[in-house]
C-alpha cells in the first residue's frame, strides 16, 4: 500500500520530527491503467477538514481517495485553538484523546487595556462536560494525529505529492486530473470534496469566486520557545505599553512555544516586518529586556472574511477554508471547517447508500452556509472592534474598554473574538419544529450538550456524546417505548435518573441530573438527534408517526428554506 | 417597542443644563469620548433592542441623512470589498 511509505513513529514525535517529515513519493496503481479509475469519493486537500472528513466516511465505510498536493504536514502551527466541539467530533473519530493530551486545554481569557487588566472570563463556567473550552494545539500535531489515524482505516487511500490541475464536472461526477512526480493521470470521481483551503485550486477550477471584505490592517503571528510562568490563559491587550496603539494577543501551546498575534496598522511593510530583526525587539517589548527566547516561526496576514455563494456545485462540493474564510480572532476558521466535515460526512454516506436523496446534500449547503454566515459576522465585528476603521468607531471603541474598567454590562460590549461554539441550525428544514413547550438552549438545530453518566452497576463515567449511536439516536427519559426498538438505523438509550423506578433497566444513569437539566427533559420526553449530534427533534410524549415523520424529514428534506 | 419621543425628562431644563455643565472645560475630542460613554451607558439602560434601534434611525433621520446600510456588502466604502480567486 503506498500509505505505509509514511514514517509512523514520527507522527508521535515532536513538532520538529513531524514537521521533518517528508512523505516519499509512491506511484499509484491508477496511473498504470488505460481507463480512468472509478472512485465514489474524492478529497482534495489533506489538512484538518479534508482528513476529518475522510475518517468519518471511512467509519461509515464508504471507500475514498485523498489527494495532497504537498509532501508536507504543516509547516509553522499555523491554527492553534481547537474548540469543545471540534474535539467532540474528533473523539467521534477516535483521535480527541491524542489531541487533548499533547495540547494545552483553557478555559479563561483575561483582557487589558494599557497598562491595567479590565476582566477576565471563562468560557465554560460549568462543570459536566468531558472536554474543555478550547485546547491550544499546533496545526503539524493535529494533523499528524488525523493522518495517524487515516492510516489505520483501510478504506482511504491517501495520496501526497498528487495535484489536481484539471476539473470536469459533470452531472453524476466529475473527471480529475491529478499532477505527480512522473506525469498526470485521470481518476473519475461521483463526488468531489474541495478542501483545499483557502486560496482553493479547485474553486478556481470550477471558476468561482469568494466574496466579501478584506481589512485594511496588518499582523504579524509569531511562535515563541520560552519558558515562562504566564497561565494557561488566552490574553488580550488594547494599546498595552509594549505595542502602543495596537492590540496584541497571547496565547500558550505545547512545548513552551507561545504564539505572540501584533497588530501592526495597514502602513506596515510586510516583507520588513517579517525580519527577525524586527521580530525580536517586539517580542522583547512584551516579555521584558532579560527574556529569554527563541523565535520558531513567523508570519505577517491581512485578515479576510469572506465565503462562496454556495458551497455545493452539483457534485462538487466545498468545505473548510476553501468554502469560507474568517480573521482569526474567536478560532472559528479550522473549527468551522470541521464542523463542515461532520455535517457533510453523514448525509453523504446516506447518498452513496441510496437512503438519501441528492438533495440532502443541499441542506448541507444551506446549514453550513448559515453557519459560514454566522462566523462571518461574529468575526467581522471583532476585527472591527480590534482594528476600529474609523474615528468614531475608535472611539465608541475606547469609550467601552473605558467603561468596562467598572461596569460590567460595557464588559460585554468589548470584543477581542467571541470564541467559536457551533452554529444552532435554526431554520434547517430538517428540524421538526417543537409542538410542545420546552425550555433552555437544546432546541431543534443545536448540538446536543454533553453530560456526565454511568451505566446501571458500573461506577465508571461514561459521557453522554460518547454513548451515542453513529447513525441517529433517540434519547429517551424513561423507558424506551417497544415501537421505537423496530425503527432502523436508530440507536435508542433510555435514561434515567439513579433510584428511578427503571433505573436498573436504563441503558444510562443521569448521575448529576444535568441531561435531564440540560434538555428540560421530564418523565416521557425524548430527543431525536442526527448523526451529527444535532438535536432534530423533541417530544413530552413521542408517539411512533411523529418521530417516523421527523426522522424522515431529516434525511429527505429539500434544501427549501434556511 | 418604539422609542417614545413624548415629554418624560423630569426636570427637562435641569437636565439640559447638567448635560452641558458635564462637558464644562473639556477640548472637543474630550466632549465626544464623553458622549460616547454616555451613549453605552443610556443604551444599557434601555437594554430593549427594538426601541435602540429607533433611536438609531429617528437621530440619524433628523439630522437628514439617509437610513445606515447594515449589509455587510454594501460597507465597501469603510474597506474594500474584494474577491478572492485561485489566483490570488
Known amino acids: 500500500m503506498p500509505n505505509t511509505a509514511i514514517p509512523l513513529e514520527a507522527l508521535r514525535g515532536s513538532g520538529a520530527d513531524i514537521q521533518a517529515i517528508q512523505i516519499p513519493y509512491v506511484r499509484h496503481p491508477d496511473q498504470d491503467v488505460a481507463e480512468p479509475v472509478q472512485h465514489p469519493v474524492v478529497i482534495v486537500g489533506a489538512g484538518p477538514v479534508g482528513l476529518s472528513l475522510a475518517i468519518d466516511l471511512a467509519q461509515r465505510g464508504q471507500p475514498v481517495v485523498v489527494l495532497d498536493n504537498d509532501c508536507k504536514l504543516s509547516t509553522g502551527s499555523r491554527a492553534i485553538c481547537f474548540s469543545k466541539r471540534t474535539l467532540e467530533i474528533w473523539d467521534r473519530l477516535g483521535v480527541g484523546q491524542p489531541m487533548v493530551d499533547k495540547g494545552v486545554s483553557w478555559n479563561l481569557g483575561k483582557v487589558f487595556a494599557q497598562d491595567q487588566s479590565l476582566y477576565q472570563f471563562d468560557l465554560l463556567p460549568e462543570d459536566g462536560h468531558e472536554r474543555p473550552a478550547f485546547i491550544n494545539l499546533q496545526q503539524y500535531y493535529v494533523e499528524a494525529y488525523l493522518v495517524e489515524r487515516a492510516l489505520q482505516l483501510p478504506l482511504i487511500d491517501l495520496r501526497w505529492h498528487s495535484k489536481v490541475t484539471a476539473l470536469t464536472p459533470r452531472a453524476d461526477g466529475a473527471s480529475v486530473t491529478v499532477e505527480t512526480p512522473d506525469g498526470d493521470y485521470r481518476i473519475e470521481a461521483q463526488w468531489v470534496l474541495a478542501c483545499d483551503g483557502s486560496r482553493s485550486p479547485l474553486r478556481g477550477l470550477l471558476g468561482q469566486e469568494s466574496h466579501g471584505r478584506i481589512f485594511r490592517d496588518r499582523f504579524l503571528i509569531a511562535d515563541v520557545k520560552m519558558h515562562a510562568d504566564f497561565p494557561t490563559e488566552r490574553w488580550f491587550w488594547f494599546d498595552p505599553p509594549f505595542h502602543p496603539g495596537q492590540s496584541v494577543l497571547l496565547h500558550r501551546q505545547p512545548d513552551d512555544v507561545w504564539r505572540v498575534d501584533f497588530q501592526l496598522g495597514w502602513d506596515a511593510d510586510p516583507e520588513e516586518e517579517k525580519r527577525p530583526e524586527n521580530i525580536v525587539p517586539r517580542i522583547r517589548a512584551l516579555l521584558g529586556k532579560d527574556a529569554d527566547f527563541e523565535l520558531e516561526w513567523a508570519s505577517v496576514y491581512t485578515f479576510a472574511c469572506l465565503r462562496m455563494d454556495r458551497f455545493v456545485h452539483g457534485r462538487v462540493v466545498f468545505a473548510g477554508d476553501s468554502a469560507h474564510g474568517v480573521s482569526p480572532f474567536g478560532a472559528r476558521g479550522a473549527n468551522s471547517g470541521v464542523q463542515d466535515a461532520e455535517n457533510l460526512a453523514w448525509k453523504l454516506d446516506r447518498v452513496l447508500r441510496a437512503q438519501a436523496d441528492e438533495a440532502l446534500i443541499d441542506t448541507y449547503g444551506a446549514e453550513r452556509e448559515y453557519a459560514a454566515d454566522e462566523n462571518i459576522r461574529n468575526s467581522t465585528r471583532a476585527t472591527d472592534f480590534i482594528t476600529p476603521k474609523s474615528e468614531i468607531s475608535r472611539l465608541f471603541r475606547d469609550a467601552a474598554l473605558a467603561l468596562a474598567r467598572e461596569h460590567e454590562f460595557a464588559r460585554r460590549i468589548v470584543n477581542s473574538g467571541r470564541l467559536s461554539v457551533p452554529a444552532t441550525l435554526h431554520y434547517s428544514p430538517l428540524n421538526t419544529p417543537d409542538g410542545e413547550v420546552f425550555d433552555g438552549t437544546q432546541l431543534p438545530g443545536a448540538v446536543l450538550s454533553d453530560a456526565p453518566m454511568r451505566r446501571p452497576g458500573d461506577a465508571a463515567t461514561i459521557w453522554l456524546l460518547r454513548a451515542l449511536g453513529s447513525d441517529f439516536t433517540l434519547l429517551h427519559f424513561g423507558p424506551t417505548p417497544a415501537w421505537a426498538i423496530e425503527l432502523a438505523g436508530v440507536t435508542n438509550l433510555s435514561i434515567a435518573s439513579e433510584g428511578e423506578a427503571h433505573a436498573a433497566h436504563a441503558d444510562l444513569l443521569d448521575v448529576q441530573g444535568l441531561a435531564a437539566k440540560r434538555l428540560d427533559a421530564r418523565a416521557g420526553t425524548s430527543y431525536l438527534l442526527r448523526p451529527d449530534q444535532h438535536v432534530c427533534a423533541r417530544w413530552r410524549r413521542p408517539d411512533e408517526a411523529g418521530v417516523r415523520a421527523a426522522l424522515q424529514r431529516a434525511c429527505s428534506a429539500t434544501a427549501s428554506a434556511v | ?88
Not at chain 2, 462637558?23 to 474630550?30: N, P, R, V
Open chain 2, 1 to 88: 417597542m418604539l422609542l417614545s419621543t413624548r415629554p418624560n425628562l423630569q426636570a427637562c431644563d435641569d437636565f439640559y443644563e447638567a448635560l452641558i455643565a458635564t462637558h464644562q472645560g473639556l477640548e472637543t475630542a474630550q466632549s465626544h469620548a464623553l458622549n460616547a460613554r454616555l451613549v453605552l451607558l443610556l443604551a444599557n439602560h434601555i437594554g430593549h433592542q427594538g426601541t435602540l434601534l429607533h433611536a438609531l434611525e429617528l437621530a440619524r433621520t433628523s439630522a437628514g441623512f439617509a437610513p445606515a446600510v447594515a449589509e455587510l456588502a454594501e460597507r465597501g466604502a469603510v474597506t474594500p470589498v474584494a474577491p478572492v480567486h485561485a489566483a490570488a
